[in-house]
């Protein structure tokens, strides 16, 4: 080929590229549209069996526990919040990324959150969070942190509190575990379902925990948990009114001019706290706070 | 013993280096870039596991694909090419030749996977990981990975004396992902209770080479340590091996008629 006829090659590459691949880009959204909401609802695990992947995987399981953590983390992502979603892939692929590594504590550890929180933060499914973290233990019998999380499922979503006792001060007694565990265990048998012990466990788990998004879901419980007790302090105060002027105050105000408050109290993120026709105080109609459902 | 493997030897990295094999380092590179870059953002809690996971893995699959596609490549390019005669015409032997060939394509290995081991210790750096003690268990993986990659190579080097690289691909192949299954085949001759068929299994699992001796990436990038008596064992495990293999080869490539 002559020097012309090269040059005219390069710059006829140099040109086509860009607009073939434009072309390619064109065609790949066309394609998407017809796809995607298609895959969407077809949305599934090929493989299912976690010793099948990790005979599969020739060596390189850790590495595949990695890509399906991170598949189980973008699945939970992007259906939190969405009203009916039932997270049915969730539990399968924590299973199949702590079966093909079983010292992912991260998977244990975040996937119970990810299982027991309530719809639409979670799967609501305490049980399938449970037996991951007893998986978990069963692989990692020395990490305390994995006895934490368990005794936080029993304690919080499942109410049983001798078994959330049991797993805190299992959890004491591995390497390592701060004395708060064996604190912890006292206080959950002793008085299981108080207020302040909740959140005493919420704190120390928000404290613990690096992640935006598993922080979040514990800074709304830690309000709820708060907005909760000032409510049960708030109706205390009602009755003493209630007892000195023989009627229920309109509102916060009054309590406070009636020298019962030292000032209107707000929720935790600033909303002054309502009086019902009830006589009871309740959270502003405009506040983000959710308290936790009965 | 003469000069002759080791000029061999050179000769045989300088034409690897030649036909741009240590290419593959910008692709490792960019991908542990990306990978340290992408991996805090899309998952959570296992940026230096990835790290470590990924940059092992990649430099043991690079390894493994180098070592078979050029080990089965070694001799018969030779041939094909009819250099092998002008070669075999100085004062060498044969198995000096081959031992050449194999010390040459071994040489490229371990100067591609130091130039990862680089690419991953940068890798770890970036993600904000400061070095300690333990991550010397990360260059004991990488030199088991090495012992892995000196066997696959011999493999294919054994094959390619008497057979296509197609073949000896597919045979290779077949070996290493047999010797991965090494325990299981061993495993399902007690499963079905037969004597016969026990004893068949635990021979075949004591001849096969056990790939699985050599993969600890999973234990490392727990942080777990690893025993001196493992590393010995492999290295001897590995030495045996792969003389075993060259003396094989050896035996047959002396015997081969290359008119």
Known sequence: MSVAGRTRSLWTAIVATPILLFVLAALQVRIDAHTRSEAAQKQDLLVRSGSLLKRMSLGYDSLLADVYWTRAVQYYGSRIGQRGENFELLAPLLDISTTLDPRLIVAYRFGAIFLSERKPLGADRSDLAVDLAKHGIAANPNQWRLYYDLGFLYYWHLKDYPDAATAYLEGGKQPGAPLIMKLMAARVAEKGGSLETSRMIFAEMYESTKDKNVRKILMKQLRALKAEEDEMHLDEVIAEYRKRFGRNPASTKEMVAAGLLPGVPVDPVGFPYVIGADGKSHLNPDSPVELPKP | ?259
């Open chain 2, 1 to 259: 013993m003469s000069a002759m493997p080791g000029i061999v030897a050179i000769n045989t990295f300088r034409e690897a280096v030649r036909d741009r094999v240590l290419y593959n380092l910008i692709f490792f590179a960019l991908m542990m870039i990306g990978a340290a870059i992408l991996v805090g953002q899309i998952s959570i809690g296992i940026e230096r596991l990835v790290i470590i996971n990924l940059g092992l893995s990649t430099i043991s699959i690079f390894g493994l694909v180098m070592a078979i596609f050029i080990g089965v490549g070694l001799v018969y390019k030779e041939i094909e090419k009819r250099t092998l005669y002008s070669v075999l015409a100085k004062p060498i032997h044969r198995w000096e030749y081959l031992a050449g060939k194999y010390g040459g394509l071994l040489l490229t290995l371990v100067v591609n996977t130091s130039f990862m081991t680089v690419g991953l210790a940068a890798a770890l750096y970036y993600v904000g990981r400061p070095f300690v003690q333990s991550d010397a268990s990360i260059l004991i993986a990488i030199y088991f990975i090495l012992l892995e990659l000196a066997l696959v190579t011999a493999f294919a080097l054994f094959f390619s004396c008497f057979s296509t690289p197609m073949l000896s691909t597919l045979f290779t192949l077949a070996i290493y992902v047999t010797g991965i299954f090494a325990n299981d085949i061993r495993e399902f001759g007690k499963f079905t209770k037969n004597p016969v068929m026990e004893g068949l299994t635990r021979v075949i699992y004591y001849v096969l080479p056990n790939f699985h001796n050599f993969n600890v990436i999973g234990a490392v990038a727990h942080g777990d340590s690893i025993a001196f008596s493992l590393v010995w064992q492999n290295t001897a495990y590995a030495v045996v091996y792969v003389t075993l293999l060259l003396l094989a080869a050896s035996a047959i490539f002396s015997r081969r008629n290359l008119k």
